[in-house]
C-alpha cells in the first residue's frame, strides 16, 4: 500500500512474517485461578491468559521438547510458586517465539494476538474456491491439505480435472493484499526450470492457482526426507533424518535454481520468494514455484531477515542472499540460525563455502543499523582546514585546482631564485664586511655600510642589526636601506643622489638589475618598490 493511500475500512492489513515476542509483567489470584498479564509486541496490548491456555497450545506435533512448568494441585496461589511459574512461562514463551516456525503458526499467532487471528481462513477458502468451480465445473476438489504449508491466509487442495482423472493437481487459494497486481505472467511452461501454472485467477480479496501436483514433494522434503502431504511443523520443526545433500546434487540443482533465477531477471520478473519450500524436485530437475508471491503482495518468508541489511537494496541482490540461505541449507541440512556467519562447520567442498562467505558473511551483508552508524561516526577524525584559501583550493572545481598548481610552480620557481640570489649577497656581505652568517639562537654583530656617494654625504651610517634568521638577513639590509633613504630624503628633498660604479653592482645583486640604474633618483624609489 502507498503511504498516501488510505486503507480500507473494516480490513486490517498485517504482515505474518513480522515475529511476535511475548513478556509476561505480572500475575493476580481471581477467585480460585491466577491470571498472567502478558504483553505481546505488535504494538503494546495487554492480555490476561489463564495457565490452561499455555497447555492447550497444540505444539506437541512439532516434535521439542518445550518447557511448560508442571501443575500443582496443593499450594498452587503461594506466592514464591506463583512467581516460579512465571519464570517458567517466560522461558516456555521465549522458546516458542524465537523458534522460526512455531512462532509463524496459527496457534501461537491467536495465542498471542486474538483480535487480528480470529478468522477460520480454510473456511473462507473453501467457500470461495466452491463458488469458483460453480462456474468451470471440470474441476473437483478431493481433500483439502491442511497445513501443508506455513502461511496462514495460503490454503492447499488436492483437486483432479474431470477430463483427466487419473492425474492429481495442487490448488493453491491466497489471500490478497493491497501492494498486489491484477495479472499473474502466464506461459510459465514455455520457461525451463519453473513449475508450470495451469490456471489462475484473482478477485479484489483473494487468488486462486492451480499447478501439477509433485508426490516427491519440494526440495526441503528431499532434504528432510518426510512426506510432503504431512503437516509442516511435524516435517519441519525437528526432522530426524535431516542431512546436506551430496556435492553433485549440490551443484546440479544449484544451476538449476540460478538459471532459472537469470530467466526471470531477464524477462523483468522479482521473484524474492526463493527457498526449500518453493523449488520441487522431480526426476533430478529442481523448478521454482510460487514465482507470482511479488505480484500478489505476499511478503517473503526471508523478509525480517534481509531487512535489516542496508547493502541488501535491490531486487537482485534480495534473490542472492535467498539463494547463499538455500545454499546453506542443501549444504548442512538445516537453514542458517542467524545471518551474518562466520564459522562454517565442515563441508563437502570449500568452493561451497566460499560461495557461502561471498554471501552470508559480514563483509558481504555489510550491516549499516543506526548504532553501528553512530559509533562509525565517532571514530572519523575530520581534517580542518586553519586557512580559508586551503579550504576553498581543496572544495574547488578540477579546472581551479589545475590553474591553482600552475601558479604554485611559478611561485616556487621565483622563491627559488630569490634564494639564490640571497645566497649570493649574504656571501658578499661576509666577503667585504667580515661578518659572518647570523645564528639561529644569537643575533649577528652590527655592521657599517659605506657608500661613497658625491657631494656633502655622511661617510658612513649605522644600520639596524639583521633579524635572527639568516633567511631574513636580506630583509633587514632592505629596512636599512629605506631608513637611509627617509633620512637623505629629509634632508634634500629636491635632490638627486648617484650611486658610484664600485656600489651599483651590490645593489643590483641585492635588488635587481630592473630597478637600478647608473643614475638613480631616490625620490622616485617607492616602498612598494623595495619590499
Known sequence: MSFLEKPVPGRLLLDDTVPLTAVIEASQNLQSHTEYIIRVQRGVSSDNSWYEHFSCLPLQVCGISLPLPPKKLIGNMDREFIAERQRG???????????????????????????????????????????????????????????????????YFLVKNKEQPKERYLLSWVSKTKDSYHCIPGKQSLIPYLCPLLFSSTSESSALLIRPFSEKGSLRDHICKVKPRESYLKKYCNPKKSQGLELSHIKLYGRQILEGLRLLHDAGVFFGHLHTCNVLVDDGVCRLMDVENGMLGIPSALRPAFTQFRKINTTESIDVFCFGHLLYEMTYGQPPDSVPIEQYPPAPSTAVVSVLQSILSTEACKIHLFL???????SLKLHQHRRLTRAQSHHCSEEEKKRRKILARKKSRHSAYE?????????????????????????????????????????????????????????SLKASLLLLQTYLLSLW?????????????FLQKAFGSSIWSRSFSWSALSLSTMM
Not at 553501528?372 to 565517532?378: D, I, N, S
Not at 659605506?450 to 633567511?471: D, R, V
Not at 628633498?493 to 653592482?505: E, G, L, R, W, Y
Open 372 to 378: 553501528a552508524v553512530l559509533k562509525e561516526a565517532r
Open 493 to 505: 628633498p629636491n635632490s638627486s643622489i648617484f650611486v658610484s660604479s664600485d656600489h651599483q653592482t
Open 89 to 155: 512461562l517466560q522461558t516456555y514463551l521465549d522458546t516458542v517465539t524465537q523458534h522460526p516456525l512455531l512462532s509463524s503458526s496459527l496457534a501461537v499467532k491467536k495465542f498471542l494476538d486474538p483480535n487480528n487471528y480470529s478468522a477460520n481462513y480454510t473456511e473462507i477458502a473453501l467457500q470461495q474456491v466452491s463458488m469458483f468451480f460453480r462456474s468451470d465445473p471440470k474441476w473437483e476438489v478431493l481433500e483439502p491439505l491442511r497445513d501443508m504449508g506455513w502461511r496462514i491466509r495460503k490454503k
Open 419 to 475: 634564494n639564490e640570489e640571497d645566497a649570493s649577497v649574504r656571501n658578499n656581505n661576509n666577503s667585504e664586511f667580515g661578518c659572518s652568517s647570523p645564528s639561529l639562537f644569537h643575533p649577528s654583530p652590527l655592521f657599517n655600510v659605506s657608500l661613497p656617494l658625491a657631494g656633502k654625504w655622511p661617510q658612513s651610517m649605522m644600520l639596524p642589526p639583521p633579524c635572527f634568521t639568516a633567511g631574513a638577513e636580506f630583509l
